[in-house]
Each structure stands twice: as C-alpha cells, then as structure tokens.
C-alpha cells in the first residue's frame, strides 16, 4: 500500500517515519520532497584516464566531496549529492525515491539505480545525478529535486537496514 499524504502526516505525528528539517509545504499527495544538501562528490579527475576495474575498486575511492552552496554540472557529468533530509523508517514501511518531473524534461535523471530506501533505514539519501541536457546545468544546495514514496510492507523485515546495511547506513 502506498501512503497518502494523510497517512505520511500520521505516521510523521507518532513518530514511525522520522525526517528530519522536513517543511509542511514538502508533502505531497503522496510523496515527500527531498531537498539537495551542500554536500556533493565528484569522480577524481585521475580515472578518466584509465580502465576502472569495479570488481576491485570501491566506490568511495573513486570521489572526491566537495562542500559548497551551488555546482555547475557540465553535460554528461555526473556527480552524488545528498539529501538535506535525513529519514528513519520503522521495520514495516520502505521508500523509493523518485525524480521530479520538471527536471527530467530539462535532461537531468537524479537517481540512476538505487531508489530503495530500506525498511529500517536511518539516514541521508546519496542521489547519483546525471546531466543528460545539451547544456551545463547549476544545482543548488535547498533545491526540491527529488521525492519519497512509501509503502507499507505486509510484514516488518528481519533485517532492518540500519542494524544490516553494508555501505549507506551511516550516511
């Protein structure tokens, strides 16, 4: 069942879903807006010189985080941002992450695979945003770029992210 914007109200009310510095005007119908962090990651310059062997490289080797208010991205670059908002979901219920439609018609996909947010997740989400337009495009730190939907789930996991992720749990 996906939650409307009634039932995203009540569950921020007692507490089952937690997001923090959430706005009342970023509900939706059925979805929350996220909104952009200052927080952004870009390739190191030095692997576009090479042949990047992802059975042996980590992700997290492969960027470089820069902080700042406002990013240029350049067609057909690619960069990580991370959520302002920060989203604890009890056992029962996930989320997916979705782009907004106004972006998407100006050529930019804000998540490329993982739109999961786990059942039991206790973090930032990390979007991997790519510019797809004929043109440079600038993204600010606030910007509504994405939003979350959820759904409850039939049963609670055994497994809730927080306690099992490997890699975004901490984020």
């Given at each position: 069942m ?15 879903i937690?997001i923090t ?12 807006d ?18 990047v ?12 985080t820069?902080?700042?208010n406002?990013?240029?991205l350049?067609?057909?670059e ?11 979901l009890?056992?029962?219920i996930?989320?997916?992450?979705e ?17 999961l947010?786990?059942?039991?997740s206790?973090n ?37 992210y927080k ?6 749990k901490?984020?």
């Amino acid at each position: 069942m996906i939650l409307s914007n009634e039932d995203i109200k009540k569950m921020l009310k007692e507490k089952k879903i937690i997001i923090t510095q959430l706005k009342e005007e970023q509900i939706g119908p059925a979805s929350i807006d996220l909104t952009l962090s200052n927080e952004w990651q870009f390739f190191r310059p030095s692997l576009s010189k090479r042949t990047v062997d992802l059975s042996k490289t980590e992700f997290q080797r492969a960027f470089v985080t820069k902080k700042a208010n406002a990013i240029t991205l350049k067609k057909r670059e690619m960069c990580l941002a991370k959520t302002r908002e920060k989203i604890t979901l009890p056992a029962d219920i996930m989320g997916k992450l979705e782009g907004r439609s106004r972006y998407a018609r100006m050529g930019l996909i804000i998540h490329i695979t993982s739109a999961l947010v786990q059942p039991g997740s206790d973090n930032h989400q990390v979007l991997e945003i790519v510019n797809l337009a004929p043109f440079s495009v600038k993204l600010r730190a606030g910007m509504r770029i994405s939003q979350v939907v959820f759904h409850k789930m039939g049963s609670k996991t055994t497994k809730p992210y927080k306690k099992f992720g490997q890699i975004a749990k901490d984020q």
